[in-house]
């Protein structure tokens, strides 16, 4: 089994294909999120040129991995992203996606990144989130009833 990878000259490829317009393309910072069960998921900046001018995002690389325990459907994410993004909800901006597994070894989408989020588990206990523990939690529930009615 080949696990799926990004790398920055080939995600530079990829947007080159996916924002046609783009010229002087820099991808760097690229790390893989590990923790995750249903995805292989990698972040990157990403920063290009177009007729629009100058771009600068931190982006999420979100790949069907080569096998998993969890089984799940990378359309429905993305629509669900995408179906949120004018709600309440705090959603990534779902921007890509994309079946052809020869990119980087698996289908695969792109969002923007949430910076300032903890990737931790055990975080949420630890300086300085532990101070707002509180409103974390009734966050959470908060937010998972909106998109349980969603």
């Not at 901006?93 to 949430?114: H, M, Q």
């Amino acid at each position: 089994m080949t696990i799926p990878m990004v790398t920055a000259e080939g995600f530079a490829s990829y947007l080159a294909h996916a924002v046609p317009l783009a010229r002087d393309i820099a991808v760097t910072h690229v790390r893989r999120i590990v923790g995750g069960a249903s995805r292989v998921t990698y972040s990157l900046d990403a920063a290009w040129h177009d007729d629009a001018g100058h771009h600068e995002r931190g982006l999420i690389v979100r790949l069907d991995p080569g096998a998993s325990l969890l089984v799940s459907n990378r359309e429905v994410e993305f629509a669900a992203y995408r179906g949120m993004a004018t709600s309440d909800v705090p959603v990534p901006e779902a921007l890509w996606i994309e079946g052809d597994a020869n990119w980087f070894g698996g289908p695969f989408f792109v969002t923007s990144r949430i910076d300032g989020c903890a990737t931790r588990r055990q975080q949420e206990f630890e300086p300085p989130y532990d101070a707002v523990g509180e409103t974390l939690g009734r966050n959470l529930f908060q937010i998972g009833g909106r998109i349980a009615a969603f």
